[in-house]
């Protein structure tokens, strides 16, 4: 069996129905409740339909350029996907039983756009508005449709442009995301890299944000994503449930890492211990979504999570970076590796992974919840030793607790190297890397891309060339790349652990032929490069 020797520990594979699109765009965007959740019902209702091809040039998806950041731009976008769906036939088909067709979309529309008018102190006709979009599919309409039809376009995207002001860059990530689960899964898995890179192996990491807002928008309920992390309904998928449908198909070459919120307690514990059976190969936890690693006290589940992790060699990654999406301002704070501390001491043996290494270029909360621009992997010597640099503190983990690692995942800055970034890069990891460390530095980081964020978008081809670049200029020598996209990944990930739990299930879940691919990975990571 032949394949290329690189994993990559850290990609995505989630669609906007995976997110609470209404709460995250309230809480963590800084949009007003109603505009929030009528944006997110807008979005849930274009998600996997018929839509353009993702990639239309290198560095774009959807004709979205990667690091657009004119929220007008996304206004236009939207407003012609929008156009699109309601001039389609089959979309009008839509019986809209699961709660999602015409009349929600266009009932959204209409909600949206009145917030615009009162806030901007415009006369307001719904029934208008909806009458001209109901006749966006109709080719024999009358001069007089049509002018009301562009009216309706018009006043649709100036209301767009209005709210999305607010948002700027943020709403790039919806909007790509707007693509089917097929979809998503062919660019990740053979579309991503050039044919004779593609991984051998692609780790996608779920997400689950709906219980960072339960407590938070008490007395007002949640609004859960569309599909949700766990089901109680008879019939309706829930994430688990739909990766368990898609895995399937990459014949080994696509595993899972299951997220726990400590807020779903011990049941919510237990069904993602099934969902190891169903494809997931481990855990992730994000700390942004409202809790601290170390926080026994209020989560007393965490400290089970461990011990069963840390006696069936099951890995953990846990997001570890200061910014990137929140429940809201201030708890990336959540992040620091200095909150692992205490459970790595009383965990030794756990298999844990700092993703992002501490993260680059990022914004940083202090206490007082003030913004603080970090430098993070780019700092210079002062702002290394800062408390603030994560990265830092993530090394010292590294180098000195046998089964700890990290991914570099989404340190796409590196890409450009804008002001000698590389250079930063490499300076820190050697500087991180300690004099007479317990263990090598060059054992324990790992190659991974974070794709579909943006900043990856079209680039991991490039991505993957850039750490090839760094450790072939810096000649940290082919043993120690080997190790850094392929080899350490398998050592972190347990896989031999995972085949044996799969085979002793009551139902295996692998198929004879990923079974076989993932052994030819450990036959293969047990010889040199």
Sequence with gaps: ???????????????????????????????????????????????????????????????????????????????????????????WQDSGDSGWGPEQLLEAI??????????????????????????ANQEDATNQDRQQLDEAWEKLLAALKHHLRRVKGSIAFLIKMISSMDTLRRYLLDENYHKDNAPCLTIHIAMDMEPAYWERNDPCST???????????????????????????????????????????????????????????????????????DDYDRFPVLKLLYERCQEQGVPIVAHCRTGEVQAWKGTGRNADPDHWIRVLDEFPDLRFCFAHAGGGRDTYYRDDCEEQKVQGWYSDEQQWQED?????????????????????????????????????????????????????????????????????????????????????????????????????????LNLPGYLDRDEAADEPFLSEAARDHLRAIINMAQQES
């Design 388 to 492: 603030s640099c994560y990265p830092r503190k993530v090394m010292e983990h590294c180098i000195s607790r046998p089964h700890v690692y990290t991914d570099m995942s989404y340190l796409h800055e590196l890409i450009n190297n804008k002001d000698n970034k590389r250079e930063l890069f490499v300076a820190n990891l050697l500087k991180g890397a300690g004099q007479g460390a317990a263990y090598p530095i060059f054992d324990k980081i790992i190659y991974g891309s974070d794709w579909h964020m943006n900043g990856l978008i079209g680039r991991t081809q490039k991505y993957y060339e850039t750490f090839k670049d760094i450790f072939h200029d810096n000649q940290f020598g082919q043993d120690n790349a080997d190790k850094f996209f392929f080899r350490n990944a398998v050592a972190f």
């Design 223 to 293: 609004v859960p994503p569309k599909c949700v992390f766990f089901s109680d309904q008879s019939g309706e998928p829930d994430q688990i449930e739909v990766y368990a449908k898609h895995l399937p198909l990459a014949d080994g070459r696509l595993l899972g890492l299951v997220n726990f919120h400590p807020r779903r307690g011990e049941e919510g514990l237990e069904r993602c211990w099934k969902a190891l059976q169903k494809g997931n190969i481990g855990f992730k936890l994000y700390p942004p979504m409202g809790f601290r690693g």
């Design 110 to 135: 209409k909600v949206l756009v009145k917030i615009y008018c009162q806030e901007t102190g415009q006369e307001f006709d719904g029934e208008r508005l909806v009458s001209a979009l109901r006749r």
């Design 1 to 91: 069996m032949s394949f290329s020797r690189l994993i990559d520990m850290h990609t995505h594979f989630f669609n906007n129905n995976f997110l609470p699109i209404g709460e995250l765009m309230r809480h963590n965007w800084g949009l007003p409740r109603k505009t929030a959740l009528t944006l997110g019902e807008i979005f849930n209702n274009l998600t996997g339909r018929p839509m353009p091809e993702p990639y239309t040039d290198d560095d774009e998806w959807l004709g979205l350029a990667a690091r657009e950041e004119d929220s007008d731009f996304y206004a236009k976008v939207l407003t012609a996907l929008i156009q699109e769906t309601l001039r389609s036939d089959d979309f």
